[in-house]
């Protein structure tokens, strides 16, 4: 059964700190995102990635992927107030219509 | 741009009661999704649907069903309402051979009192 961790599961950093999220996974697959979830909101798509090696970056946000590690990270640079929230990781394959999700990280950025 | 449509965004129902959801995706997304987010909890996959047909099966309770219509929206049939079936619900689209994310809606909050 495909599983998706995370670590940390809640994360509080200062403004201007770096910081990466882990999320691993059991099995093989085609796909890996990461979401970005506001208290009580949808889940909003930050990045897709298909291959090894794959590295997309969105300000201050860059995602990467090793698929023989089964690890795919999330860094966060010189952190600003308006990162604060939770972010997830998900995990298919393209021949499935499941989407696996990690537990989370919860995202706290103080001044 | 379209985005994904769900209704109602608030749902009140007491125990042993039924419930309707409904979900229109993006237009020409072959791949309709519903997932289950508990307060505090990561999203759980219930079922998908391809083409109108049903694809995969996750954690659904017997007393849920779904179902995607020629129109291409889908609803989620829940019965026999508990507590614990208070969560948001998300529909999600996507195209299957697509290489972006999911595209989620906004989802239903249901609240079985």
């Known amino acids: 059964e495909l599983k998706v961790e995370q670590n940390p599961l809640f994360l509080s950093m200062q403004e201007g700190k770096n910081y990466t999220i882990y999320c691993n996974y059991s099995t093989t697959s085609d796909r890996l995102y990461w979401y970005r979830q506001d208290p009580g909101k949808s889940l909003e798509s930050l990045f897709v990635?298909?291959?090894?090696?794959a590295v997309k970056q969105e300000g201050r946000l860059m995602a990467s992927l090793d698929t023989k590690a089964r690890l795919s990270t999330l860094h966060i640079t010189a952190a600003v107030h308006d990162l604060s929230a939770t972010y997830f990781c998900?995990?298919?394959?393209?021949?499935?219509?499941?989407?696996?999700f990690g537990a989370g990280t919860r995202l706290t950025v103080k001044p | 741009a379209a985005g994904v449509i769900q209704s109602p965004r608030h749902l009140i129902k007491e125990k042993r009661e039924t419930a309707t959801l409904k979900c229109y995706p993006i237009p020409r997304h072959d791949t309709v999704y519903w997932y289950q987010q508990g307060p505090g909890q990561d999203p759980q996959f219930l079922i998908s649907?391809?083409?109108?047909?049903?694809?995969d099966k996750g954690s659904i309770p017997d007393r849920f069903s779904a179902q995607q219509f020629s129109d291409y929206h889908s609803e989620l049939n829940m019965s026999s309402l508990e507590l614990g079936d208070s969560a948001l619900y998300f529909c999600?689209?996507?195209?299957?051979?697509?290489?972006?994310?999911?595209?989620f809606g906004s989802g239903t909050r249901l609240t079985v009192v």
């Open positions: 990635l298909l291959s090894n090696g």
């Open positions: 999600a689209s996507s195209l299957k051979r697509g290489t972006r994310g999911y595209t």
């Open positions: 649907f391809y083409e109108k047909m049903q694809s």
């Open positions: 998900a995990v298919d394959k393209r021949n499935n219509n499941d989407m696996r």
